[in-house]
């Protein structure tokens, strides 16, 4: 077998992520035809490349030597490209990363309005958009890092912090009995299931801690947000969701007691003037997506941080 970039790019994925489970999810790939690639291209180079362990996977020595030398060669490929499409297309496009957010049709819209040209790379991973924009892929990326799981942020890039610490709240069937209060005890959920995306960057630990720490050991189940979602219209499971969520006839969305569980808002891009071209929309998409979320709404004025939420 003769090694080819996206070979180099499966073993970047693998490290950058810890697991085969989340690279081949970042991949596009499945977990089984990942591995089957993994071994070839260790019976190629002659050497084991990582260690397998119940807890993920680690580069072994001869992993590290590779790693060091494909690391920037795909980061040369993805340069490479974004120019060449960039240089095919009509006009300057901004290239812009993204982890989910409510925000992010306000702020598309206001940079239209700007008559700025986009194109959007949504992702689960905030260090594999930090990564793209490091690697010149992507001009910015919004992204959220989880409390108690500090990105890998790559040398170089410039950070603006949209909000220290945005609060998680909970979605719930709206026939729950927690739902009946404005705010929910971690207590009151502690026979319910709970539905997690361990895709998403210190989201599985954060939520572990969480559970732990009030004393909770419920079953976890794995799935992504669109799943979680579905079920917990349902009435199958509960799960961590972000404060500018709405309520639907089927789900309502409340804060935490004691708001256990919190994330960091962070833009992030090569050049400060890159910054500031686009954080002033940014933050008005966020807070915009703020007020019309009531429950979000409802906790920031309860809080005494109202004030931090512009006015139309």
Same mark, same amino acid.
């Given at each position: 077998?003769?090694?080819?970039?996206?070979?180099?790019?499966?073993?970047?994925?693998?490290?950058?992520?810890?697991?085969?489970?989340?690279?081949?999810?970042?991949?596009?790939?499945?977990?089984? @035809?990942?591995?089957?690639?993994?071994?070839?291209?260790?019976?190629?180079?002659?050497?084991?490349?990582?260690?397998?362990?119940?807890?993920?996977?680690?580069?072994?020595?001869?992993?590290?030597?590779?790693?060091?030398?494909?690391?920037?060669?795909?980061?040369?490929?993805?340069?490479?490209?974004?120019?060449?499409?960039?240089?095919?297309?009509?006009?300057?496009?901004?290239?812009?990363?993204?982890?989910?957010?409510?925000?992010?049709?306000?702020?598309?819209?206001?940079?239209?309005?700007?008559?700025?040209?986009?194109?959007?790379?949504?992702?689960? @991973?905030?260090?594999?958009?930090?990564?793209?924009?490091?690697?010149?892929?992507?001009?910015?990326?919004?992204?959220?890092?989880?409390?108690?799981?500090?990105?890998?942020?790559?040398?170089?890039?410039?950070?603006?912090?949209?909000?220290?610490?945005?609060?998680?709240?909970?979605?719930?069937?709206?026939?729950?009995?927690?739902?009946?209060?404005?705010?929910?005890?971690?207590?009151?959920?502690?026979?319910?299931?709970?539905?997690?995306?361990?895709?998403?960057?210190?989201?599985?630990?954060?939520?572990?801690?969480?559970?732990?720490?009030?004393?909770?050991?419920?079953?976890?189940?794995?799935?992504?947000?669109?799943?979680?979602?579905?079920?917990?219209?349902?009435?199958?499971?509960?799960?961590?969701?972000?404060?500018?969520?709405?309520?639907?006839?089927?789900?309502?969305?409340?804060?935490?007691?004691?708001?256990?569980?919190?994330?960091?808002?962070?833009?992030?891009?090569?050049?400060?003037?890159?910054?500031?071209?686009?954080?002033?929309?940014?933050?008005?998409?966020?807070?915009?997506?703020?007020?019309?979320?009531?429950?979000?709404?409802?906790?920031?004025?309860? $809080?005494? $941080?109202?004030?931090?939420?512009?006015?139309?």
């Amino acid at each position: 077998m003769e090694l080819e970039v996206r070979h180099l790019r499966a073993l970047c994925a693998i490290a950058d992520t810890g697991s085969l489970h989340r690279a081949a999810r970042q991949l596009g790939v499945a977990q089984p @035809s990942l591995s089957t690639q993994l071994r070839r291209i260790e019976q190629e180079l002659g050497g084991t490349l990582f260690l397998r362990t119940r807890t993920g996977c680690r580069p072994t020595p001869l992993g590290r030597i590779v790693l060091g030398r494909a690391r920037p060669l795909v980061a040369e490929m993805r340069t490479l490209v974004a120019e060449a499409r960039a240089a095919a297309a009509d006009g300057p496009q901004l290239r812009i990363g993204s982890t989910a957010s409510r925000a992010l049709a306000g702020w598309l819209r206001r940079l239209r309005a700007r008559q700025q040209e986009t194109l959007l790379q949504m992702d689960v @991973s905030p260090n594999a958009l930090l990564r793209m924009v490091a690697d010149g892929q992507l001009d910015v990326a919004f992204v959220h890092e989880v409390e108690g799981s500090p990105l890998r942020v790559p040398e170089g890039l410039r950070l603006r912090v949209l909000v220290e610490r945005e609060p998680q709240f909970v979605s719930l069937p709206t026939d729950h009995p927690a739902a009946a209060h404005p705010v929910v005890q971690l207590s009151e959920l502690a026979e319910d299931r709970w539905m997690v995306d361990p895709t998403v960057d210190g989201e599985w630990d954060a939520v572990h801690r969480m559970l732990r720490t009030a004393g909770l050991n419920p079953r976890v189940l794995h799935g992504d947000y669109h799943t979680a979602a579905t079920l917990v219209a349902t009435g199958e499971v509960v799960t961590v969701c972000q404060p500018t969520s709405q309520s639907r006839p089927e789900t309502a969305v409340r804060p935490l007691a004691g708001d256990p569980l919190g994330v960091r808002l962070l833009l992030a891009a090569r050049t400060q003037a890159d910054l500031e071209a686009v954080c002033p929309d940014l933050e008005e998409a966020y807070w915009e997506a703020a007020r019309q979320a009531p429950a979000y709404r409802e906790w920031l004025e309860a $809080t005494g $941080t109202e004030q931090a939420v512009p006015t139309p």
